[in-house]
């Protein structure tokens, strides 16, 4: 089992910045990759990014990339989602979920372990 607990939620302004962090515990040591997942009242839970354990290969969402970068510090077990020019449509819960089977990517379904998610506000 892996737990993830996200942090660093919160209200920010239009062309602010935010930091979330991903807190994993447990048997770490199955995670293939992690991702950042996010869902707006009303949408589906759509994919943000994803962190590969082994290459260290970053991956985005087209339209979130040069805003949005994740990164991790293997020594304190955390993933992190640096969220920059946030806009009010980045409103949102957000979610870091964990792989623990190599075929992961964007999809909700190829992720195992699930944070309990963490609001993110922008206003105008």
């Known amino acids: 089992q892996v737990q993830l607990v996200e942090s660093g939620g919160g209200l920010a302004q239009a062309g602010g910045s935010l930091r979330l962090s991903c807190v994993t515990s447990g048997r770490t040591s199955s995670i293939y990759g992690l991702g950042w997942f996010r869902q707006a009242p009303g949408k589906e839970r759509e994919w943000v990014a994803a962190?590969?354990?082994?290459?260290?290969?970053?991956y985005y969402e087209d339209f979130l990339k040069g805003r949005f970068t994740i990164s991790r510090d293997n020594a304190k077990n955390t993933a992190y989602l640096q969220m920059n020019s946030l806009k009010p449509e980045d409103t949102a819960v957000y979610y870091c979920a964990a792989a623990d089977t190599p075929n992961y990517y964007s999809g909700v379904e190829e992720y195992k372990y699930w944070g309990q998610g963490t609001q993110v506000t922008v206003s105008s």
């Open positions: 962190i590969d354990y082994t290459s260290e290969e970053t």
